[in-house]
């Protein structure tokens, strides 16, 4: 049995600069990746087949059919590299559902680097950016979960070295659905200008504020993290989930202590950047 951990996604800034003909937008962000996220684990089958079981606080939200980017990544990686082994797939949930922090895409990545280790497979790295790509604007992202500079859909990617491995980083969720396409509907298609990723954290994100017209918690969520005095609060992608970065872990723990006893039904992640 091998296992692999989809590290959460989060967009220290995006700048959403146009709506193409095709209906996709044309991004500029800057990804980075916690310590932390959900968890895989595969054990290899000779017959070729795929299964998939759903565990962890939010398995009961997703179905192991299909449609799951689990399975289609798996099937995606079997197809390509013509490999004839399958694999039973164990995924514990714990990041929540359409929440801005790449849960699907981040599975769909971590079932990648799992499979190609269990079933000890090499593909061309253009081949895998077309897999990754087919997947998910986020994928190709999240394949390699190191700091990115995104452009185009988001899988256009530069590798930045901006020294922030090891950052504390506070998740919160008011656990409220934020479905990705209605937030990008309602942007007001103003393009505000490009993101220098040397100077990301005089950036913005772009879909914040349709996110916030849609799901208003999300303002007292920020507020509230805001008020913890962090070195930056922001919404990751599309929602709901916002970040708070801290200088010292201390300062980390003791505002995730002091929003749990305000907002007990909120969702929290405390981890660190790689």
């Known amino acids: 049995m091998l296992t692999e951990t989809a590290y959460a996604k989060v967009n220290l800034a995006l700048h959403v600069r146009a709506r193409r003909d095709d209906g996709y937008h044309e991004l500029e962000s800057l990804f980075a990746f916690c310590a932390d996220g959900d968890e895989l684990t595969a054990t290899l089958r000779a ?3 795929i ?21 289609r990544a798996a099937r995606a990686l079997q197809s390509a590299s013509g490999t004839t082994s399958g694999a039973d797939l164990t995924l514990d949930k714990h990041l929540p559902i359409a929440s801005g922090i790449g849960g699907g895409s981040a599975d769909a990545a971590a079932t990648i680097r799992l499979l190609m280790r269990l079933w000890d497979v090499q593909l061309p790295p253009a081949d895998l950016l077309a897999i990754a790509t087919a997947l998910g604007a986020d994928v190709p992202a999240c394949l390699g979960s190191v700091t990115v500079f995104g452009t185009g859909v988001g899988e256009q990617l530069t590798p930045v070295d901006l020294d922030l491995a090891g950052t504390p980083i506070l998740l919160v969720n008011p656990l409220l659905s934020c479905p990705t396409g209605p937030v990008f509907k309602a942007w007001d298609q103003i393009d505000r200008g490009p993101l220098d990723p040397a100077n ?11 996110a916030v017209d849609l799901v208003p918690d999300i303002d007292e969520v920020l507020a509230v993290l805001k008020a913890q005095l962090p070195a930056l609060a922001r919404m990751s992608g599309s929602g709901a989930t916002c970040f708070a970065l801290f200088d010292r872990i201390e300062e980390r723990d003791a505002a995730a202590d002091r929003i749990e006893a305000t907002h007990p039904d909120w969702w929290m992640l405390a981890t660190s950047l790689r």
């Open 51 to 71: 299964t998939l079981s759903l565990d962890g606080e939010f398995g009961d939200e997703l179905t192991a059919d299909d449609d799951n980017l689990v399975i």
């Open 200 to 210: 990301w954290r005089r950036g913005r994100n772009d879909l914040q504020p349709p």
């Open 47 to 49: 017959d070729g087949a």
